[in-house]
């Protein structure tokens, strides 16, 4: 079955600084989605990529699925207390869209004043 | 456009008891979801309903069970509760075959 693998699990960041969050994937992706959770609730609708060296942004939040569609990567440009929680990835776990969400463990961001 | 809503916000109930859990679609939203939640965990899908039948269903026993009304609302029920069954529920809908899931604030529940 499929596995979503994030990196790094957690990080702490002064505001201001650029980060990046990885999401790999052990079989061929066909739509990667990014959500933005606060602790202990609702997951946040980010963004969904579909193609392979697509990439797309909101606000200062870009992400891209590579070539190979395996792998996505989720980047902060100057990041702000906002930006705080826990991201995580997501993958169709069938081979189209069956809505049958996996996700990865997700990465708990803190950003320090 | 009303968003996902779900109730009860929190529950706690004792082993062995059952319980269930309730959630309105986002408007026009006719496909709603069940994930799992663990501490520290991302999400595991439990089910999918559309045109009010399951489609779709993950590594959950058959204890666990649902509905889907006309309205698109949804209910999931949970028999016999285990201790490992505390965690965040959230349900998540969407219009079929669209790719955009969107999420609940979710019913966290405590089983004692």
């Known amino acids: 079955s499929q596995e979503l693998e994030q990196s790094p699990q957690s990080l702490i960041v002064q505001e201001g600084k650029n980060l990046t969050i990885n999401c790999t994937s052990s079989?061929?992706?066909?739509?990667l989605y990014w959500y933005k959770q606060k602790y202990g609730e609702g997951l946040i609708f980010l963004m969904m990529l579909q193609k392979g060296g697509e990439e797309k942004s909101h606000e200062k939040i870009t992400a891209k699925l590579d070539e190979k569609k395996q792998q996505s990567s989720l980047h902060i440009t100057a990041s702000q207390p906002s930006h705080a929680g826990i991201y995580l990835c997501g993958a169709d776990a069938g081979s189209g869209n069956t809505g049958k969400l996996i996700f990865g463990q997700g990465t708990t961001l803190q950003v320090k004043p | 456009e009303t968003g996902v809503t779900q109730s009860p916000t929190h529950l706690i109930k004792t082993r062995g008891q059952q319980v269930t859990l309730r959630c309105s679609s986002q408007s026009g939203h006719n496909t709603v979801s069940w994930y799992q939640q663990a501490l520290g965990q991302g999400p595991q899908f439990i089910f999918q309903y559309y045109r009010e039948e399951e489609n779709g269903r993950g590594n959950f026993p058959p204890r666990f069970s649902g509905l889907q009304f006309p309205n698109y609302s949804s209910e999931l029920n949970v028999n016999a509760l285990e201790l490992d069954d505390s965690a965040l529920y959230l349900c998540a809908s969407r219009i079929w075959n669209s790719y955009e899931q969107y999420f609940g604030p979710g019913t966290r529940l405590t089983v004692t």
């Open positions: 079989k061929t992706l066909y739509g």
